[in-house]
């Protein structure tokens, strides 16, 4: 995480406040760019945000200050029994890094896991949104439809490996609806 991911931050935020979601919830506080950017931008009326890391969560509790809507959570958001149904999520827990000996079946399986309770902490009409780094397909989630908004190119965002990235997608994933008995022939 670096503030060089600001003007991409800034383009997500801006482009999707007309989904106007109250309840917001965001995974990873990291610097708190994002969280400022959705207050601005997206002005919720609850801002949950877990942070597993204890002194990034001491800078959220700051942040936090002064803000009524944000709430901040200490721990490993898998860990929690979150009960509140959000609109928007935000999920940036990433190193954005692969790690070595990078396993893509375990990726593929921790994925689908992650979207599954995803999904049962969306309200209706609520949607999953996380960075898109590089102008490569975005990977699906299973029980979602993926929408891409928008490519664009950002001024150099320097990712974990000293690699430096230009390209970036603005992109959300929305729950596909069950279907219910009366939907069936
Ligand atoms: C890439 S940074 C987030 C950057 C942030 N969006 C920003 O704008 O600055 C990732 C953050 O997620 C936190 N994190 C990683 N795994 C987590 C987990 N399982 N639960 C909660 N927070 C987590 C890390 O400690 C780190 O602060």
Redesign the pocket.
Known sequence: ?SRS?EPY?KAIFSSLSYLQPKKILE?????????ELIQKYLKPKLHDI????SS?YNDLEEFAVGRPSVRAHLG???RQLIKQKYDFIFY????YIEIEGFNYEKWIKARAKMAERMKKLLSVEGVLCHPHFGDGEVPSLPGFTTIIVERLKVSPIRMADETFCEDAAVIFHKPNKEKSCSDKP
């Open positions: 995480m991911e931050f995974i990873g506080f990291g610097l708190g760019i994002s969280a877990y942070e597993i890391e990034i490993d958001w898998q940036d827990p990433f190193d």
